[in-house]
């Protein structure tokens, strides 16, 4: 349903030489998503894992690759496109606080793209907005109020009704829980895949946080560096992780209980620029396991398993042949 | 018990005078804080925790706050009754303290090395260490506390400006900087909610080392009960200004007592079992204007009876673990 092929987006930027060069926030991600399917993508910040569902609604300028949703093409941005595109797929952001309106009421805010896209007025208009906030499990009262009145899981709530106005297709959600604390985040992440359940949504899941895409994800794609390292169901990646990167990102994550798991060391330094990419793998910079002339010369290539896939040289059947050895 | 703590809140109660009217912020809180202990804070937004912190190093504004009763002892101090010349030694000195977001509390114009070295020489003035360094012999010394925090190649770091470092070695200079006047206890407020899960794991795993190493006692403020079980040997759950659970790690994993404690396990997609339901605790915080009398959690509990409109009080229901609570038995 939604197809991504080859994305790029990559942002001039000039260097402290005053030197233009390329930041590549995303560099060649393909996704491809199923009809009803949550699909998630996690990193670390600047692996360009907004960017990408930025570029998908055409927020973010498209450097190369091919974009479709429901078989048609929006990669050209005209004015047809740009219309069909904000009705069939929306946006639900990090922080509900700044996506809402100060001066709107809950009202205006979740009736604003109906009245934009549709010709419903008047008493349809308000008992659309009501029908909506009920989808969302917002009484009536709430229709006449101001954002600064609600507390943070119901302006979610509302940015959410807005999103689902115009029954979209596709639902990107860009760290929704993010900004709430876990007992409201739990609320929203109940929600959200009862949603998807009764709307039959395709969701693209964007997050940091992997215990909370596990929770909703079917699928789930690693990115690093404008990448997607390795994909799979979530089942595979969280239990059986394939990558470097993934098995860190795993073992990185504090684990509430009394006995920590045991677990990886954590892995040295920050993740690198992406306007000075290292060259061959873009992980080996951070790789525990690297292989010593190689990593650093060659990319990887998709390595498939049964219900995945990762980009290691290490799970190259050829290894020895390439000539590299573990360090 | 090994020591005498060094830190003990005793029936500890602040307001916030608005004109609104007063806002119970803290309302009664009790612990002590052991030597080398790492001591953890967990609760949701508004519940008062970072408030604790800031009021152990009396970093409220006065107005708005005022303490209203009860007392914070460190180290044989009452540091509500201290002089605010004697504060300004014990903060740095003996307390520090590292915050959420380091760039906030870095100056973006001066270079690392003048900010630690500033520090330096502002703590020896007051010193405790009876030594007076010159400023060459602060540099050297701010050399060695960025190499014992793992920043790489101190000597360019402290030439470079805050932006030129990312946000895990701007956490490591702040780091750094609390430990310049060797304190006793270190407080961090949250100290990797704005990290990257890999960089975070970095930062706790540099906490744990240097509190082996210092001996120091820590208390580590979050929400994140994850980084709670890696790297505190006991937590205290609050809830609206009170504390409803204090209990060591195992205690509170193994048998959470508080209904609120337990809901908040609940709410938390755990890693091992993905197929859990996860529990939302309903409703909201109370208005702490006008906070509901006795246990401040009944309007979001599900077991609330008639005998929680009185205050329960933290009650040890097993070795190493309290709990306010009426329904929680203490046979």
Same mark, same amino acid.
């Given at each position: 349903?939604?197809?991504?092929?080859?994305?790029?987006?990559?942002?001039?930027?000039?260097?402290?030489?005053?030197?233009?060069?390329?930041?590549?926030?995303?560099?060649?991600?393909?996704?491809?998503?199923?009809?009803?399917?949550?699909?998630?993508?996690?990193?670390?910040? =600047?692996?360009?894992?907004?960017? &990408? =569902?930025?570029?998908?609604?055409?927020?973010? %300028?498209?450097?190369?690759?091919? &974009?479709?949703?429901?078989?048609?093409?929006?990669?050209?941005?005209?004015?047809?496109?740009?219309?069909?595109?904000?009705?069939?797929?929306?946006?639900?952001?990090?922080?509900?606080?700044?996506?809402?309106?100060?001066?709107?009421?809950?009202?205006?805010?979740?009736?604003?793209?109906?009245?934009?896209?549709?010709?419903?007025?008047? *008493?349809?208009?308000?008992?659309?907005?009501?029908?909506?906030?009920?989808?969302?499990?917002?009484?009536?009262?709430?229709?006449?109020?101001?954002?600064?009145?609600?507390? =943070?899981?119901?302006?979610?709530?509302?940015?959410?009704?807005?999103?689902?106005?115009?029954? %979209?297709? $596709?639902?990107?959600?860009?760290?929704?829980?993010?900004?709430?604390?876990?007992?409201?985040?739990?609320?929203?992440?109940?929600?959200?895949?009862? $949603?998807?359940?009764?709307?039959?949504?395709?969701?693209?899941?964007?997050?940091?946080?992997?215990?909370?895409?596990?929770?909703?994800?079917?699928?789930?794609?690693?990115?690093?560096?404008?990448? &997607?390292?390795?994909? =799979?169901?979530?089942?595979?990646?969280?239990?059986? %992780?394939?990558?470097?990167?993934?098995?860190?990102?795993?073992?990185?994550?504090?684990?509430?209980?009394?006995?920590?798991?045991?677990?990886?060391?954590? $892995?040295?330094?920050?993740?690198?620029?992406?306007?000075?990419? %290292?060259?061959? #793998?873009?992980?080996?910079?951070? #790789?525990?396991?690297?292989?010593?002339? $190689?990593?650093?010369?060659?990319?990887?290539? *998709?390595?498939?398993?049964?219900?995945?896939?990762?980009?290691?040289?290490?799970?190259?059947?050829?290894?020895?042949?390439?000539?590299?050895?573990?360090? | 018990?090994?020591?005498?703590?060094?830190?003990?809140?005793?029936?500890?109660?602040?307001?916030?005078?608005?004109?609104?009217?007063?806002?119970?912020?803290?309302? @009664?809180?009790?612990?002590?804080?052991?030597?080398?202990?790492?001591? /953890?804070?967990?609760?949701?937004?508004?519940? @008062?925790?970072?408030?604790?912190?800031?009021?152990?190093?009396?970093?409220?504004?006065?107005?708005?706050?005022?303490?209203?009763?009860?007392?914070?002892?460190?180290? @044989?101090?009452?540091?509500?009754?201290?002089?605010?010349?004697?504060?300004?030694?014990?903060?740095?000195?003996?307390?520090?303290?590292?915050?959420?977001?380091?760039?906030?509390?870095?100056?973006?114009?001066?270079?690392? /090395?003048?900010?630690?070295?500033?520090?330096?020489?502002?703590?020896?003035?007051?010193?405790?260490?009876?030594?007076?360094?010159?400023?060459?012999?602060?540099?050297?010394? @701010?050399?060695?506390?960025?190499?014992?925090?793992?920043?790489?190649?101190?000597?360019?770091?402290?030439?470079?400006?805050?932006?030129?470092?990312?946000?895990?070695?701007?956490?490591?200079?702040?780091?750094?900087?609390?430990?310049?006047?060797?304190?006793?206890?270190?407080?961090?407020?949250?100290?990797?909610?704005?990290?990257?899960?890999?960089?975070?794991?970095?930062?706790?795993?540099?906490?744990?080392?240097?509190?082996?190493?210092?001996?120091?006692?820590?208390?580590?403020?979050?929400?994140?009960?994850?980084?709670?079980?890696?790297?505190?040997?006991?937590?205290?759950?609050?809830?609206?200004?009170?504390?409803?659970?204090?209990?060591?790690?195992?205690?509170?994993?193994?048998?959470?007592?508080?209904?609120?404690?337990?809901?908040?396990?609940?709410?938390?997609?755990?890693?091992?079992?993905?197929?859990?339901?996860?529990?939302?605790?309903?409703?909201?915080?109370?208005?702490?204007?006008?906070?509901?009398?006795?246990?401040?959690?009944?309007?979001?509990?599900?077991?609330?009876?008639?005998?929680?409109?009185?205050?329960?009080?933290?009650?040890?229901?097993?070795?190493?673990?309290?709990?306010?609570?009426?329904?929680?038995?203490?046979?």
């Amino acid at each position: 349903m939604l197809a991504v092929e080859n994305l790029k987006v990559h942002f001039d930027v000039k260097n402290n030489r005053g030197v233009k060069t390329k930041l590549r926030a995303v560099d060649g991600v393909s996704l491809h998503l199923k009809k009803g399917e949550a699909y998630g993508i996690v990193g670390e910040s =600047g692996s360009g894992k907004s960017t &990408i =569902g930025k570029a998908v609604l055409n927020l973010a %300028p498209k450097t190369e690759g091919k &974009i479709e949703i429901d078989g048609r093409d929006i990669t050209m941005t005209n004015r047809a496109n740009e219309a069909w595109l904000r009705q069939n797929a929306q946006i639900v952001f990090q922080d509900p606080h700044s996506a809402l309106n100060p001066r709107m009421t809950i009202m205006r805010s979740v009736a604003e793209p109906i009245i934009v896209h549709t010709k419903t007025r008047g *008493h349809d208009l308000r008992r659309r907005v009501e029908e909506l906030l009920d989808i969302v499990g917002l009484s009536k009262q709430f229709i006449y109020r101001y954002p600064h009145e609600l507390s =943070g899981g119901q302006k979610q709530r509302v940015c959410i009704a807005r999103a689902i106005a115009l029954e %979209p297709s $596709l639902l990107i959600l860009d760290e929704p829980t993010s900004a709430l604390d876990v007992s409201v985040q739990s609320q929203i992440l109940e929600f959200l895949a009862s $949603l998807q359940r009764d709307l039959n949504l395709t969701y693209l899941f964007i997050s940091h946080n992997l215990s909370v895409v596990r929770y909703l994800c079917q699928r789930v794609g690693v990115m690093y560096l404008g990448n &997607i390292i390795e994909e =799979g169901t979530t089942k595979t990646v969280f239990e059986h %992780p394939q990558h470097p990167y993934t098995k860190a990102l795993l073992g990185a994550i504090p684990y509430p209980g009394a006995t920590q798991p045991q677990s990886a060391p954590p $892995l040295i330094g920050d993740i690198p620029s992406p306007v000075d990419l %290292p060259v061959g #793998c873009r992980f080996h910079t951070r #790789c525990p396991v690297k292989v010593a002339n $190689l990593c650093d010369r060659l990319a990887p290539e *998709h390595h498939h398993q049964t219900l995945g896939w990762a980009s290691c040289h290490l799970l190259d059947p050829d290894l020895d042949k390439v000539g590299g050895k573990p360090e | 018990m090994p020591d005498k703590p060094i830190l003990s809140f005793i029936d500890f109660k602040l307001n916030f005078d608005t004109f609104d009217g007063v806002y119970q912020a803290i309302d @009664g809180i009790s612990f002590d804080l052991n030597p080398g202990e790492s001591l /953890g804070i967990v609760g949701e937004t508004g519940c @008062g925790k970072s408030v604790t912190a800031k009021s152990i190093m009396g970093l409220l504004p006065s107005p708005p706050a005022e303490v209203a009763g009860g007392g914070i002892w460190f180290d @044989g101090r009452n540091l509500l009754k201290e002089k605010s010349s004697t504060l300004k030694s014990i903060r740095g000195n003996e307390i520090s303290m590292i915050f959420q977001d380091p760039m906030t509390y870095l100056n973006p114009v001066f270079t690392i /090395g003048k900010q630690i070295v500033d520090v330096i020489l502002a703590h020896q003035k007051r010193g405790n260490h009876g030594r007076s360094l010159t400023s060459k012999q602060a540099f050297q010394y @701010g050399m060695e506390l960025l190499d014992k925090v793992h920043l790489p190649n101190p000597r360019r770091q402290m030439k470079s400006y805050p932006h030129e470092l990312s946000g895990g070695m701007r956490q490591r200079v702040l780091i750094a900087m609390a430990l310049s006047g060797q304190p006793k206890l270190l407080i961090a407020d949250e100290p990797t909610t704005a990290l990257d899960v890999t960089i975070q794991a970095q930062i706790l795993e540099l906490i744990s080392e240097l509190r082996e190493q210092l001996n120091l006692s820590v208390i580590m403020i979050t929400h994140d009960l994850g980084v709670v079980a890696t790297v505190c040997d006991r937590v205290l759950v609050m809830y609206a200004g009170q504390i409803v659970e204090d209990a060591s790690i195992k205690q509170l994993f193994n048998n959470p007592s508080h209904p609120y404690t337990r809901g908040l396990l609940q709410a938390v997609p755990d890693p091992a079992k993905p197929n859990k339901k996860l529990k939302g605790i309903p409703g909201a915080l109370p208005n702490l204007l006008n906070p509901p009398i006795g246990c401040r959690f009944q309007t979001r509990c599900s077991s609330a009876s008639e005998k929680c409109t009185r205050m329960p009080a933290l009650n040890k229901i097993r070795t190493n673990q309290k709990v306010a609570c009426w329904n929680v038995g203490t046979t």
